[in-house]
DNA sequence: TCTGGGGTCCTAGGACCC
DNA sequence: TCTGGGGTCCTAGGACCC
């Protein structure tokens, strides 16, 4: 016999255009966006007209003269976004979130207390509707791949339950961007083959799609379509790694603007390492130029950094390489900063990780400790006053920010 | 006339070791 | 000394997701 159905996929909808609609009632109905430059959420009213989140603003106005530009309410996002989620876990310990506005639930274990798990799911969207004043979709499956699709289903403002007996009926008719890891490329690669439902994609023979998308996505979806992937849930995943990045416009690749820049990028990384005594032994950079394409450049230590010095060191190491390789280039629009081989855990009273090179783990050290101890200082003073109180702030450099600081951290997973 | 920021996972080639 | 195979790690790039 089947398992049944007890898996939870709830997603908000449109969240951030909704929480700015619940703000402002005058709002409500309109055509609104969040953002400026760039559209990060519409609302339903303006997803009629074609607008969609990753827009260019300019784009969005020429499809809507009376869409609304609105400004972003981060704080508010980050608090109805956990209680949405503390709504579910009043039902299950099952919880695994997956961004600000979405997560899993497993309520196999809670139905005698509430119910079946559609009416769990009932209950969960009458409770945020009646408490937080959101909408919020819930698809409901055997596995969590299939829940998913079952919430965007629901969309807006519905539910959506698949019984395990109707499962493949319920998929096949479905496009295939709906399935999870098929993008534009992937689409438009099946495309070619003639495949543009689930359906077709499930009767490939197995072959066929490895040969189209590699073994590894090929055997993928095609567990996904006959939706033979039993996924377990991950109620505490941890990061693997810890990024930043800055479109900086179009600026010359000069000392002046890379520097700051990824000392900035790198104390707003570091901080976050260190806060959760996470450090991370491989260092990427990425440059963009002004032509929109990017390169990379890495480098694994043999001993795990948190230091924002030595962070900012290493990535403009990195950066001079790619600007020695590419001489040619002379503008760049981005430069990113990520650390990944992140420790699980570093404990402190056995072994100070300062990194580079040979004063590493020599106590010593009037360098590391110099750096070590500044960047102790640093962040107490933040603990006490806040982020902004001292460091390498964008405002202390100089630097143009694009994006505010809000909206960053409501982006950043917890490490 | 160029669009943000923070993430995960996969691939393919090469170095290196056994 | 030559040949082969397997495994692991590193690096660069790319697709995809929210």
Redesign the pocket.
Known sequence: MATAATILHA?LDA?YASVEQLLDPSLRGKPIAV?G??V?AASYEAKAFGIH???????ARELCPQLTFVGGHFRDYERLGDAAIKVIGDFTPLVER?????AFADVAGCTHLFGAPAEIAAAIRRRVRSELGLPISVGVARTKHLA?IAS?VAKPDGLVVVDADTELEFLHELPV?L???????????LAASGVSTIGQLARLPGRSLERL????????LGALAWNRDPRPLKPH??????????????KPAVERIIRPTLLH?AD??AT?LRAKSRPG??V?V?VRF???????????L?IPIFATLILADYAER?VR??LADHPHERTI??L?I?V??LEEHWDLELELPFGLEGEARRPGSRLGMARWAADCAIDKIRDRFGREAIGYGSAALGLS???PDE???I???E?
């Open positions: 997603d969240f953002g430059g760039v990060l989140g990753g827009m260019s603003g300019r784009q997956i961004s600000i506005d979405e998913k965007q961007e399935m999870w890891g098929v993008g534009p490329v992937t689409k438009a690669r998308l590699g073994p590894a996505a090929g055997e993928k995943r941890r990061a693997r790694s810890a990024g930043a990045q800055s479109a900086i416009g179009r990028l707003r990384i976050r032994r491989t990427t990425r002004a032509d929109l394409r990017s390169v990379t450049r890495s480098i694994t043999d990195l390489t790619i629009s981005l990113a990520s990944s081989h920010r694009s994006v909206l960053r951290n982006a950043e997973k490490l």
